[in-house]
């Protein structure tokens, strides 16, 4: 099953050197989950050949613009190009009021419903989850209320061995059951064992999505052991105060994080528009971390 | 005296085709004026090499997304980069609550003053002027309150002729007064006619700039004899129904406005998302007004 994640921007507050503010669209099965939407996030959907429409679930990490400026212009595309089917929204809960508003002046009335999931960032919690994938809270540590994502498959079905199934002439309709793991007792006494038909499944895949938070332990339980971990890496360490000052995150400690929590693999962004070159902070993080990758525009991770 | 625009957006509703929504740079005598700010905007600001600190006004015609949600964006980075000095904005009144809805939630509190001058799209008035232009609304028919914008510049002082004022030994203490156009009695009787000693000055320019609007007349008594029109040309002629339908302007309505407002020069823009190619919107237009122009983005128009 398709796990991905596409960055869309990896700017840190403001757009320089042709980065823009922070969104990541994940492809979890050929649906889509847009996370985060700084301003201009509609035209890198458009950039880098995405359709907007495709999208139906948004999360929001927090209220600073950065991260949301792009959200009303987004929605507001999607209505005019004629979307109705609903689309699910999770943030912090005044971006409501904050929408509302704008659609109010604009008398802007949306074809389509917004489900509007109010998140709260004082506990990891599990605020979403469908035959794909469950989300949960990150809670992180930022100047205004902040939580990162973490997306975890499901368990997925064990996979059929089709060519011997055919071959031994057992029919579709027991193809359910062997999926599932069951040996199957056929009418007339033949017995099935699963074990001889399907082989294990994929191993289901973590991505989490920490944004804008201060080092600090409180979150690093409840992102243990992630395929992908996306971690901000706004300064280098050598800028360790002003990180501490803004609640950010040195390309080092996001090192650490990854180290801690035992990831796989750390993908680092949210680069501050102090660094018009990214190498440092990429040889920073390897310097704890090796698997460490920047998060680049209209590149695919691959989870 | 420099009189030019920029454009930085040229859709209408929705970013297409590489075309960001409206937003266009005003440079007056090295001032900087901002009209309409779609989303992007400050990305296209620096794309194009500007500094969006060097904009002291900002006009926003009116409440649709599409002409104002790069604001927010913009004012913030502005403060994040350090800005200080005030910023005038003329604008729908309604705006004010938008951008004060969104600081509170970043707990954003500006280093700079917002000087907010709130705009009504009832009559034509004076908004705004000082040494070298003044600015008056100009109002459209949209499906909500819009004004267009009409910068019309300041009369010059004459032009010294100073080889000559110099070759007869008239002291500099007297060249505002013949800037000003005054005869001089010098001490001893000698008396200075202007017209000797300068010539005419160059003659001000007007700029008007037209947004949303259904082509109808009550707008074309405040837009008489511009040197530069720009006017929204949403649609082509054969969209007339959508147009009205839309409170919007097609290609020949735009040039139909250009000639019976008797400008020199038509400014496009505006395009409907339907169009990948913009040739026929201007072919349309020159059928009627023959010196018109695309309004292409990174283009600047001298006025």
Redesign the interface.
Known sequence: MKLEVTILGSSS????YNR??TSQLLNCNEKFYLIDCG??T??QL?RFGFKANKIDYIFISH????HY??L??LL??LH??GRIKPIKIFA?N??Q??LA??FK????FLRYPIEFTAIEATESVLIYENADVKVETVVLNH??PCTGFKFSQKPRMRKLIVEKLEEDNIGIEYYPLLKRGADLNLPGGKIILNKDYTTDPTLPKVYAYCSDTLFEGRYFASIQNCDLLYHEATFLHEMLDRANQTHHTTALQAAQVALITNAKKLLIGHFSSRYKALLPLLEEAKTVFQNTELALEGITYEI
């Open positions: 507050a403001t757009p320089v823009n503010p301003e201009g509609q035209q458009i209220l600073h613009g950065d400026f792009g009303i212009g507001s595309s005019l190009n912090p005044a971006l009021e904050i508003l704008q002046h604009s008398e802007t100047r205004i």
